[in-house]
């Protein structure tokens, strides 16, 4: 079994306390942080690196094991060369980045950011996005949640599906190319027209502008 390093943060009393910055690096075990505000940076040369209840910044990086981050109101940085990226309930931003590995997120307030070289992309229960972006080499690309905010929305899949679902619309045209693959849109009151052997979808006044292209996989837009 791994050693595990663990790390138990108190809050602190003042803003200048959390303005500061803590790291822990680990060579071979496991890194888990739990509680406290500021910045918290965990470096792991192979192990899991765990974070939980954090408010304020949290950089995570292996080199080889999974990230799993739950409870967090802070903009987060997760990074794995191989593993997995699971963030459950909070709210700030995502920024995800795997060499071989998913990127699973669920209920989460905030922008939303994932790089997988192999590795699908899947999100539930998101709310207050205004930035959503995904780039897979070889995986799919799943979002589900009220999207209704949405002002960017950059999706690149080498090789993969992509599906976006949303409680509400956005006020966005989303421009959709796929080199192979389908394109099937259900979003009630929007216009959708082809030129070129690309799709375009705009709802309500389409204010912002979107961009999902597919090497090789189907599009499936579903705003209610």
Do not use: W
């Amino acid at each position: 079994m791994s050693p595990v390093t663990s790390l138990m943060i108190p809050a602190p009393a003042s803003r200048a306390a959390r303005a500061g910055t803590l790291r822990l690096d680990g060579g071979s075990s496991q890194l888990t942080s739990t509680g406290g505000e500021g910045e918290v940076t965990l470096d792991n040369g192979s192990g899991t690196v765990t974070v939980s209840k954090h408010r304020g910044r949290v950089v995570a990086d292996t080199g080889s094991g999974s990230v799993n981050i739950s409870d967090c109101e802070c903009e987060i940085v997760a990074d794995t060369g191989s593993g997995s990226v699971d963030i459950d309930r909070g709210s700030g931003s995502v920024s995800a980045d795997t060499g071989s590995g998913d990127v699973d997120v669920a209920d989460y307030a905030g922008s939303f950011s994932a790089d997988t070289g192999s590795g699908s992309v899947q999100a539930r229960g998101l709310r207050d996005v205004r930035s959503l972006e995904a780039d897979t080499g070889s995986g799919s690309v799943s979002v589900e949640g009220d999207l209704s905010a949405l002002e960017r929305v950059a999706i690149d899949t080498g090789s993969g599906s992509v599906k976006l679902r949303s409680s509400a619309q956005p006020s966005m045209e989303i421009q959709i190319d796929t080199g192979s693959g389908g394109v099937n849109v259900s979003a009630p009151g929007s216009s959708v027209r082809e030129k070129d052997d690309v799709t375009y979808v705009r709802m309500r006044d389409a204010t912002h502008d979107g961009v999902i292209e597919t090497g090789s996989g189907s599009v499936t837009i579903d705003f209610r």
